[in-house]
């Protein structure tokens, strides 16, 4: 038996292939919706792939599932409770799928959604009775567990599936053996959790002595516990989750759509007529010069996440990038199930170098920079687009927070009539930031290079940075 880990690490999400060498045959469970990877490694060894599991209904990406079952004929299996529009087949608790030299048997574990199953695995060489290792998909972290306030699930409350959780952890996988591996379908950055760990394999003994949520308590102050201090739901969850029931178009389909030359003209018309500007590269490039109202995040960061968060998934988009970036623009887009690419500007930046009336230019400034400006008689406002908790943990004196996904909608906090410097944490979330506030017709913002980090690197601990900086003037 062969059990292998694929981990995406823009989308701290991890995905499996169970194999056995004497039939030949491979299992899938959780694919991203890019599937080449389970292909080539099914090709280098000869297995066929008769059959993917989904854990449950994922609000974070696109699942490959239609992906490999037009690719290989795979069966799409799920848990019973879960509602698809296209064929699947229904495992209920216990259920049991046996290749050659390992079995795969179905817990149904609800809680992080009502259709959670898990995947206890066994290596039929060794034991038919000791499990190797579980799939949890979303039910069990390594550090943490599910949460059961995604809303992913309509109709089910947070309580109820913290109940569920509660249920499901005691009374299903902590039954298993202490040794046993645990493999989950996230790691460290995901949304799906907020204590997840960095580590990607546990044992079910180490999580029950470390992981917070398994420790002795009753159900309520368990509920009250996963339910606490959760991280803000990105935008998009809702909108995957949908997109995970039902039947639509193969990544494939939707690159070959997609990977179109637009020319200029044809790219300012789409722009008038609602079409979003996606300009994707690197936040130095776009304050160098970028195209009027378009919004800037950049491929080198977490792109999907971000996009999913600050675009809307029913309008067209357009891309600006580095001319050979596009194709790869479109499928991590698509991994978030964002089809609705219609081209890119052919020739990408420049395109518009002759035209001066389309371009924007970007201001920057140092950490430096910023602390003279803000001992002068009309220092600038500091917008902090980070998350709340990163602003609670540390923050230039009198800023003010406004987190990214909300920076659009809540514009008007920030004073009219003085110079306004963005930051989050690096210089990433605060280039997509300068687009936003662009847009919303505050001309000329400001950037801080390197963002919060940069200004703790020049002026130290945050108490020392009000005495040298001054930074008690800010308005």
């Given at each position: 038996m062969v059990v292998k880990q694929f981990y995406l690490q823009c989308l701290a999400h991890a995905s499996y292939m169970i194999a056995d060498e004497e039939t030949k045959t491979a299992v899938v469970v959780d694919p991203q919706r890019d599937i080449d990877q389970y292909l080539q490694e099914a090709q280098t060894h000869g297995w066929h792939i008769p059959f993917v599991f989904l854990t449950h209904f994922h609000a974070d990406f696109l699942a490959g599932h239609l992906e490999l079952q037009k690719q290989t004929?795979?069966?799409?299996?799920?848990?019973?409770?879960?509602?698809?529009?296209?064929?699947?087949?229904?495992?209920?608790?216990?259920?049991?799928?046996e290749f050659g030299k390992f079995r795969?048997?179905?817990?149904?574990?609800?809680?992080?959604?009502?259709?959670?199953?898990?995947?206890?695995?066994y290596d039929l060489a060794t034991s038919s009775e000791h499990p190797h290792c579980v799939l949890t998909g979303d039910t069990l972290f390594i550090g943490d567990v599910g949460r059961p306030d995604l809303m992913a699930s309509v109709g089910t409350t947070a309580e109820e599936l913290g109940s569920q959780l509660f249920d499901s952890l005691r009374n299903k996988l902590m039954t298993l053996p202490d040794d046993t591996l645990v493999y989950p379908a996230h790691g460290a950055g995901s949304m799906c959790g907020k204590n997840l760990s960095s580590e990607t394999v546990s044992t079910l003994g180490k999580q029950r002595w470390e992981n917070y949520a398994l420790q002795p308590m009753t159900k309520q102050e368990f509920i009250g516990l996963v339910t606490a201090d959760q991280p803000e739901t990105p935008a998009y969850f809702g909108y995957d989750a949908q997109m995970n029931r039902e039947a639509h178009q193969t990544l494939e389909e939707v690159v070959k759509n997609s990977l179109t030359p637009l020319p200029l003209e044809e790219t300012l018309e789409l722009q008038q007529n609602g079409a979003q500007i996606l300009d994707v590269r690197?936040?130095?490039?776009?304050?160098?010069?970028?195209?009027?109202d378009s919004l800037n995040i950049g491929l080198s960061g977490k792109f999907a996440t971000w996009a999913g968060t600050l675009l809307n998934p029913k309008r067209p988009v357009v891309l600006i990038s580095e001319p050979g970036t596009e194709k790869e623009a479109i499928e991590r887009l698509g991994r978030i199930g964002f089809d609705q690419v219609v081209g890119y500007l052919d020739g990408g930046m420049?395109?518009?170098q002759n035209r001066p009336d389309l371009l924007q230019k970007g201001q920057r400034i140092s950490a430096q920079g910023l602390a003279e400006l803000l001992t002068t008689t009309n220092p600038p406002t500091v917008v902090d687009v980070r998350g709340i908790?990163?602003?609670?943990?540390?923050?230039i004196d009198q800023s003010l927070n406004i987190p990214l996904p909300h920076l659009a909608e809540q514009v008007q906090r920030i004073p009219a009539g003085t110079p306004v410097v963005v930051h989050c944490a690096s210089g990433y979330r605060s280039s997509a930031a300068l687009g936003v506030l662009e847009k919303a017709g505050r001309m000329q913002p400001m950037d801080l290079i390197g963002g919060y980090d940069?200004?703790?690197?020049?002026?130290g601990h945050p108490k020392h940075q009000v005495q040298t900086a001054c930074v008690t003037s800010c308005a």
């Open positions: 004929g795979a069966d799409i299996g799920m848990g019973s409770k879960a509602k698809t529009d296209f064929p699947i087949t229904s495992y209920k608790d216990g259920d049991v799928l795969i048997q179905v817990l149904e574990t609800p809680g992080h959604t009502p259709e959670s199953i898990s995947l206890v695995v690197k936040a130095v490039d776009y304050a160098g010069g970028h195209l009027k420049q395109a518009i908790k990163e602003w609670e943990a540390g923050h940069a200004w703790l690197t020049t002026w």
